[in-house]
């Protein structure tokens, strides 16, 4: 009991991180038809902004607002700006092309100005841990899925309980209505941006301390991210959460009592599984958008 | 006065042009593949960078045999195909020598190469299969895991008498080597393999492979994983609580573990192969050199590719020639002492399979730093 206990608590915090990366794969596919290969990349990267403040003498709660800031303003802004727009013109394939080719700038980019070598990165909370009921849960493990679940709820909030999210919503649903309806939807695209480029952010500050700060750290992290968002469903936000929460914990259980070996071939059959039994995502919806 | 000038600068721009031409046949080609990028990128940039310095040092001392060593390094991506394609190209050129990689998986695909075309490779890989399969031409810079093995497996008998021993190991071709030469060993000195437990390159989450190694019980636990998932792993065995002594080959306890880990390395133990904390002043003198040049603390992988390249310089004038056959002819069996050659820090051999054996040492993490606590001899002079 406290072993399952340790690796529920343990998927529960990877997962719900899996889970904030891959929301930012549905907010960008349901507002602009965006297929970011990089989202990878775009959390491993946050981490090493904040490495550099630190470095210039940052405090880290300075650094990470630092990080977040220059997230929003580098992969939210600048992204779209330089990379979506242009492209998005000439269909969704070149702009998944252009995305995988700024994942590899992008880590390569880490690689050659800071270093290839891992970095300790500092945690939320100092090392602690807690037993329940013969089980050791470390506390960084709460407080990431405190700060996981609590920035998902945020996002539920802003999605649903305030106009502004409903003009995003009208938005991913039907652009052309929602223009004729006065939304300014290329400004609610940009917002879908920005809120990409700050869960991205809050991820990278919660899973640096687990994975260290590394230039190939988006490789796992985006394909787990991409995985959970098709199991989950790709047009849904709460599939997209859904799918985070069952990759993480699925990854520690099948670990510990199937096989070591095979742990990451479990995700892919299920993966597998769906797109047979259910193309849409568990909470996916057939040919709706919505955000 | 105008064609006196003219007839000045065309002498002096012909002397420039043969003292370019003089310089251009004055080098020596010896190319180097390595892993910059990729799962191995510290592996390959520790090698590169040593490697570099002897260069340079050699190179500032008029190279060898009067040739400057000329050295272009291939990324191999850490992917044995791109190493293949890599090796493929500098082939083409007819290197002397080539250095790297530092990935088994790699050299056991870049090795019947090099052997094809008679050309010493000059490797960091550790796995045994590398010198089992007849490939003539290829030398270790450090131990392979058939030497390195049963010192640590000595190690567990003798000193922390177990009776039984849990194996953590990275599944690729060096974790997967490792285990199977550790537990040979271990079934060799009847002590039971109480858990066999298998981990991903790049893995981040080890809490399932502690919980398994928890309900195992074992008397130690035996880890062998590159040096990112060691830290993750120590850290997780730490906060599960693991009281068996964590014992480890060179990684394990490398002061880069150690640094990503924090106090959770403290107490590990194991065989360390190659460390800048050797209690030898060469080798300390090197990594004094290292941190200077670099900013940056040695590993292991670093005197690997510093003491090959002064290996090649060595063997070369023993031979007196760039000829790669008569290279690996000389180079088996060879025994090189500091005395003789001060750049290999450490008195090494090659046997006739091109395996190293030079003295090693036992050490264990104390106060956030690697302590050796105890010198072996090398295998030959036992």
Redesign the interface.
Request: net charge negative; proline share 0%; no cysteine.
């Given at each position: 009991m406290a072993s399952f206990i340790q690796l529920m608590v343990s998927g529960l915090a990877t997962g719900a991180i899996y889970a904030l990366i891959a929301i930012g794969f549905t907010l960008l596919w349901q507002t602009s038809q965006t297929i970011n290969f990089a989202q990878g990349e775009f959390v491993m990267l946050p981490a090493f902004f904040v490495l550099a403040a630190m470095n210039m003498g940052a405090p880290y709660w300075l650094a990470a607002l630092i990080g977040i800031a220059l997230s929003v303003v580098i992969l939210g802004v600048l992204f779209k700006a330089v990379i979506v727009d242009p492209m998005i013109r000439h269909g969704v394939l070149p702009l998944v092309i252009t995305t995988i080719a700024l994942s590899l700038f992008l880590k390569e980019s880490v690689k050659d100005f800071y270093s290839s070598q891992a970095q300790p990165f500092p945690a939320l909370v100092a090392p602690r841990d807690l037993h329940f009921l013969g089980a050791v849960v470390s506390l960084q493990s709460i407080v990431v899925l405190a700060v996981a679940v609590a920035t998902v709820i945020g996002l539920h909030l802003l999605l649903n309980k305030t106009r502004l999210g409903r003009c995003m919503q009208a938005t991913a649903q039907n652009p052309t209505v929602a223009r004729i309806l006065g939304i300014p939807v290329g400004r609610m695209v940009l917002y879908t941006f920005l809120i990409n480029g700050a869960l991205v952010a809050i991820a990278s500050l919660l899973i640096s301390p687990i994975y260290l700060a590394k230039f190939t750290n988006g490789e796992a992290l985006g394909m787990a991210a991409f995985i959970a968002a098709i199991i989950g469903g790709f047009n849904q936000v709460r599939g997209a959460i859904l799918g985070g929460i069952i990759l993480g914990v699925l990854d520690n259980l099948s670990a510990a009592y199937l096989s070591s070996s095979y742990r990451g071939a479990f995700p892919l059959v299920i993966l597998i599984a769906v797109i047979l039994f259910r193309p849409q995502g568990l909470l996916g919806r057939v040919e709706e958008r919505a955000v | 006065m105008l064609r006196t000038g003219f007839l000045v600068s065309l002498v002096a721009a012909s002397i420039g042009l043969a003292g370019t031409a003089h310089a251009q046949q004055k080098t020596v080609y010896m190319p180097a593949i390595l892993e910059?990028?990729?799962?191995g990128?510290?592996s390959g940039?520790n090698f590169r960078d040593g490697m570099l310095m002897a260069i340079d040092e050699i190179n500032k001392a008029g190279g060898i045999l009067g040739h400057k060593i000329e050295t272009p390094v291939l990324d191999t991506q850490s992917d044995a195909g791109t190493s293949r394609a890599q090796l493929q190209k500098v082939l083409d050129n007819n290197p002397y020598v080539v250095f790297g990689p530092v990935f088994s998986g790699s050299v056991l695909v870049t090795q019947l190469m090099t052997m094809k075309a008679e050309i010493p490779e000059i490797v960091g890989g550790e796995a045994a299969a590398i010198t089992q399969k007849n490939a003539s031409y290829v030398f270790r810079t450090s131990f392979g895991q058939q030497f390195s093995m049963p010192k640590i497996a000595n190690y567990i008998h003798d000193s922390i008498k177990a009776k039984s021993v849990a194996v953590v190991w990275v599944?690729n071709d060096f974790g997967k080597g490792g285990r199977d030469n550790f537990t040979k060993e271990m079934k060799d000195r009847g002590i039971n393999v109480a858990a066999d437990?298998?981990?991903?390159v790049?893995q981040?989450?080890f809490?399932?492979?502690v919980?398994?190694l928890?309900?195992a019980n074992a008397d130690a636990v035996f880890v062998y994983l590159n040096?990112?998932e060691s830290?993750?792993f120590l850290k997780e065995a730490k906060?599960?609580?693991i009281k068996a002594p964590l014992i480890g080959e060179t990684t394990l306890l490398g002061q880069?573990v150690i640094?990503?880990a924090?106090g959770a390395a403290e107490g590990v133990q194991g065989h360390v192969g190659l460390t800048v904390d050797a209690p030898i002043k060469a080798v300390q003198d090197f990594a004094a050199k290292f941190k200077a040049r670099y900013n940056?603390v040695c590993d292991h992988n670093g005197i690997k590719g510093y003491t090959g390249v002064y290996f090649v310089k060595y063997v070369t004038e023993k031979i007196g020639k760039f000829d790669g056959k008569a290279f690996a002819e000389k180079a088996h069996g060879i025994t090189i002492t500091p005395q003789e050659e001060p750049g290999i820090l450490m008195e090494a051999k090659w046997d006739k399979n091109g395996d190293i054996d030079r003295e090693s040492f036992l050490g264990e993490v104390v106060d956030g730093k690697q302590k050796i606590v105890k010198t072996l001899p090398m295998l030959s002079k036992k």
């Open positions: - | 910059l990028s990729g799962a990128a510290v940039t599944n437990i298998s981990t991903e790049g981040a989450d809490s399932a492979d919980v398994k928890k309900g040096e990112e830290a993750r906060k599960q609580g880069k640094d990503l924090g940056y």
